[in-house]
């Protein structure tokens, strides 16, 4: 398959538990970005990568999320202290340069 | 930022009949224009785009067209199938290329 992969695709976790999630990108896409969606919603703009540089923040990343994409290959999102609200479906996306493709997604629920 | 406001919100035609579905944009520096398919439970999928030096694209039975000075940008589906039934996403690429989506179109084709 040489689509956007991600993992895992569900997570359940308890309040205040760390969760990473990972992005395999299109392997000839340098650019990697992240999204939120919740139910009913389009999806909101996290952070953008271009090879292992991170571009962009929105101001949706609090200082409990942080994302990595070591050798501008696959990324990891991680989500300290996890509360709530971050419960969403988390989506990885791959272009270049304008046709973005989106992985299946890591649904995370926090209880 | 940039903000993109899609109507209608819900949808229902005729299988046969033809769906259109509205975006209008905020950011006058846009460039591109993409339109995402979403089934449920799956990821968004790219069905067609557009950017901002043309003003219509067509790819069989989907068309697109954009009024760069409206800031306006349209979906057409034609000929509808009951497979067309889902959650359809306008979204406008702004700086770095990051996606700002519209609130999405729950489009129905009745058989």
């Known amino acids: 398959d040489t689509g956007v992969s991600q993992d895992p695709r569900h997570k359940i976790t308890k309040r205040g538990q760390n969760v990473t999630f990972r992005c395999d990108p299109i392997?000839?896409?340098?650019?990697l970005y992240w999204y939120r969606q919740t139910l009913g919603q389009g999806p909101e703009f996290l952070t953008y990568?271009?090879?292992?540089?991170?571009?962009?923040k929105s101001r949706l990343l609090s200082d409990r999320f942080s994302a990595e994409r070591p050798k501008g290959s696959f990324s990891t999102l991680e989500i300290q202290r996890t509360e709530q609200g971050d419960s969403a479906m988390y989506l990885c996306?791959?272009?270049?340069?304008?046709?973005?493709?989106f992985g299946p997604g890591t649904r995370l629920t926090v209880t | 930022g940039e903000n993109v406001e899609q109507h209608p919100s819900t949808l229902s035609v005729q299988e046969g009949d033809s769906a259109v579905i509205k975006c209008t944009y905020s950011?006058?520096?846009?460039?591109?224009f993409p339109w995402y398919k979403q089934e449920l439970g799956k990821r968004p999928q790219l069905i067609i785009d557009?950017?901002?030096?043309?003003g219509e694209k067509k790819d069989q039975r989907i068309a697109v067209t954009l009024n760069k000075t409206a800031k306006h940008f349209s979906l057409h589906i034609t000929e509808t199938q009951p497979e067309d039934s889902a959650v359809y996403f306008c979204?406008?690429?702004?700086?770095?290329?990051?996606?700002?989506f519209g609130s999405g179109t729950q489009l129905t084709v009745l058989p």
């Open positions: 557009i950017r901002s030096n043309v």
């Open positions: 990568f271009q090879n292992e540089a991170q571009l962009e």
């Open positions: 979204a406008a690429r702004w700086a770095l290329g990051q996606l700002t």
């Open positions: 392997s000839e896409h340098n650019r």
């Open positions: 996306a791959s272009s270049e340069p304008y046709e973005q493709y």
């Open positions: 950011d006058s520096a846009s460039n591109y």
